[in-house]
């Protein structure tokens, strides 16, 4: 079994054992993971990069994971392949002889 | 190779050959997932989950995850280790016995 | 004096006596706003929003303004005009008789 | 009449010309700010804060004002009373002997 399968597993184990399927529908899960790029963002706020607690951020950066898991498993997605579909699609939005080096996004380059 | 090595090694790979890596600073990782959370829930905005368009929200939850894998390779974090730790703390704010059914906060149980 | 010049000048006098200006740079009160927007959307997670908190709606909507309103006098946007302004342009990219009883966004309709 | 009120007035009279109060229920309000919270921050992403596109700015803020007015109105808030009431809270959580200089949050002070 592989990695994302193992965690996704442990994850709905998680959430049938508290009957929680019935909270989570997509939009809630999705209300739940903007919830949480929150509270990861809090890591951040008023500081440069190297000041944050990585302690935190580990905890909610598991937290954001945790609900993308389970949204994609809602869906049925499988996740390595969406990730590397849209790497493609990105590659064509962003060609490398025109990106390179650049952070503007694709509709200015 | 597991999955989530070989996700992370594409986007890494995308990254390095555009030279994003000056940019990609966790502060800047996690207000990217941030707006990327937010691009999500706009699949679900004044509606039903069920009227959600599913094609949109496989893009933006890939995009979610591209920048959580990236946050976490950037901290050198373990995403199996960290979501099931993260599930086993979860387990002691949330028992069985008292979460079961409820979609209460933990500090409301 | 008007009602959000009154705001602004608590919130200025407020952040002043406490020395924040040095942190409250345009980009980390961004940050601010969008992690009291993931707050305020807490109150109405895994609910029907009859069942959200009417005090905690209170406190975290009154954080967002009160970081909107920084974030309007860092730039010296008057906040009238510029809500005004939008209404404008928003009308125009959602005409009367093509948007009434639509939820779609403008590039659908 | 005073500012807020006659931006919250042009606001319902927009929102009843298209007939959209029907979608406006206070968690997809709150879901929409979120989303507008994250369109705001794409303005500094990859960048410092002096490099952000002013107009853009000026653009995401007027729509995380719009759906910030429609929400206290909808509650019957006094967006004044609310914001002035919080600036007390806060002097409370953050007194200006312990806060004067520090960026730290109220429980770590």
Redesign the interface.
């Known amino acids: 079994m ?3 399968q ?2 996704t597993e ?2 709905i184990k ?1 959430r049938n ?4 399927e ?2 989570h ?4 899960l ?6 949480e ?13 190297q000041e ?1 607690d ?1 302690e935190k ?3 909610e ?6 609900y ?2 389970l ?2 498993e809602r ?1 049925g ?1 499988d ?2 392949e ?6 493609k ?3 064509e939005k ?1 060609p ?1 002889e025109k ?5 503007k996004k694709y509709t200015e380059l």
Chains 1, 2, 3, 4 share one sequence.
Do not use: H, M, T
């Open positions: 592989n990695d994302i193992e965690i442990a994850l998680f054992e508290r009957d929680w019935q909270f529908n997509p939009k809630d999705a209300v739940a993971l903007s919830i790029a929150g509270e990861l963002l809090e890591s951040f706020l008023w500081k440069q990069y944050a990585k951020v580990k905890e950066l598991a937290d954001v994971f945790a993308s898991f949204l994609a869906y997605f996740v390595k969406i990730v590397l579909n849209k790497i699609k990105n590659g962003y490398v990106a390179k080096g650049s952070a």
